[in-house]
């Protein structure tokens, strides 16, 4: 029995169908460069330098690529259809579920949900760092919001209980 689909998908899948790719391409940079902020995976990216990304969404026509640089991404052109390191393609559903870890990306790949193309060590490592990366949510909060202030949001959230739903959690190091 197929799992329901996400609410969310509806307004992301008009967007990918009205919205040019190098607006995708601008919000999701900027999304994920905000999400590395703190993240050990930020400091994983050292062999994907210089590498050249796109990511297909099959059912509706849209995509976006980036270029691999230090411990973040930058919005990327290409210049033709094959112009590019590793590319995956993919239903917005399986994106989705690879993103919000509602699925193992082994699974996606292996049962060709998500087709991995390309150069196959930059394209295998990519996997591997999706599926082995751990949020840590502590270290974010820190990262974005400095060192004070992130002790103290992390406090808040332990205390209203909201840390235990974050994936990974949120543990207190200074009580």
């Avoid at 029995?1 to 900027?30: E, I, Q, S, Y």
């Avoid at 087709?115 to 502590?138: Q, S, V």
């Avoid at 270290?139 to 235990?164: D, K």
Wanted: net charge neutral.
């Amino acid at each position: 029995m197929p799992l329901p689909k996400p609410p969310v998908l509806l307004p992301l899948g008009v967007a990918l169908r009205l919205l040019p790719d190098a607006v995708h391409t601008r919000v999701f940079t900027a999304l994920v460069n905000h999400l590395l902020r703190g993240q050990p995976a930020a400091e994983e990216l050292g062999p994907l330098e210089g590498k050249r990304i796109c990511l297909s969404v099959t059912d509706h026509r849209g995509g976006v690529c980036f270029l691999v640089r230090g411990q973040g991404i930058t919005p990327w052109r290409a210049r033709g259809a094959d112009d590019w390191d590793v590319r995956i393609r993919g239903r917005l559903e399986d994106f989705w579920r690879l993103a919000t870890r509602a699925e193992d990306p082994d699974t996606l790949f292996f049962s060709r949900r998500l087709d991995l193309e390309g150069e196959t060590e930059a394209g295998l490592y990519l996997k591997n760092l999706l599926d082995t990366a751990e949020p840590d949510w502590e270290g974010h909060i820190h990262a974005v919001l400095g060192e004070r202030a992130g002790r103290r949001m992390v406090r808040l959230l332990h205390r209203l209980g909201l840390g235990r739903h974050l994936p990974g959690g949120l543990h207190v190091t200074d009580p």
